[in-house]
């Protein structure tokens, strides 16, 4: 049982358009969730995170935007630069502890220059 | 040290026997933790460590499954009689102390992983 999903395995972007990656769960009492961005080769890196009681929180040209009614969320790129090209994974804590995030399976992001 | 160190950074072992892998987390983060993540997937929860004690070992899949943290800082995950389906990519992350629930979310510092690979 999947409690968070990302559906598309991959996404290809022009560089300067807007990437949107999304993210569903199935858990309400998910607290918070964050974004992390891996590159190969390498672990994990923490990108963007937000809480459930915001609905958007925005750093730089990344903004993550929570919609908790359908259990959604998603992060937007613009604009898209090819050295954003990785392995993006979300992530959600359940209220229980702030440590055991449960990841989903990523969507590879290909930035076309 | 400035970030989580792992080692081995790969190790190919035969099924049945043991392997060790270390963690060195970042200097003065209380938190320590151990992910897996298999091919197609995203990473899965093993164990929790605050200070030398594990505080949340739920994610184990079963008992071949050990992990210590003897001074509270370098950690080791011990897998014995190891299998085909054990092959992945263990993480390793730290945080600093942990953050009580509702202050904020508590980021993870994640090492570069050791790629397991059991024959």
């Known amino acids: 049982d999947q409690q968070v999903k990302q559906n598309s395995p991959s996404l290809s972007v022009q560089e300067g358009r807007i990437s949107i990656l999304n993210c569903d769960y199935t858990?309400?009492?998910?607290?918070?969730f964050l974004w992390y961005k891996k590159y190969p080769a390498e672990g994990p890196t923490f990108l963007i995170s937000i809480s459930s009681i915001k609905d958007k929180n925005e750093d730089g040209r990344f903004t993550v935007f929570l919609n908790k009614s359908a259990k959604h969320l998603s992060l937007h790129i613009v604009p898209s630069q090819p050295g954003d090209s990785a392995v993006y994974f979300c992530a959600a804590s359940p209220t229980s502890g702030t440590y055991k995030y449960i990841f989903g399976t990523g969507t590879r992001l290909k930035v076309l220059a | 040290g400035a970030g989580v160190s792992q080692t081995p950074s790969n190790k190919v072992t035969e099924k049945g026997k043991y392997v060790e892998l270390r963690c060195d987390p970042i200097s003065g983060h209380t938190a320590l933790y151990w992910y897996r993540q298999s091919l197609g997937q995203g990473p899965e929860f093993l164990i929790y460590f605050q200070g030398t004690g594990a505080a949340d070992d739920s994610g184990l899949p079963n008992d071949r499954f050990f992990a210590v943290r003897p001074e509270g800082s370098v950690s080791t995950l011990k897998i014995q009689r190891t299998e085909r389906g054990d092959s992945a990519v263990y993480l390793c992350?730290?945080?600093?102390?942990?953050?009580?629930?509702?202050?904020?979310?508590?980021?993870?510092?994640f090492g570069a992983g050791s790629r397991l690979t059991v024959l």
């Open positions: 992350a730290s945080s600093p102390i942990r953050k009580v629930p509702g202050s904020g979310a508590n980021v993870l510092t």
């Open positions: 858990n309400s009492m998910f607290d918070y």
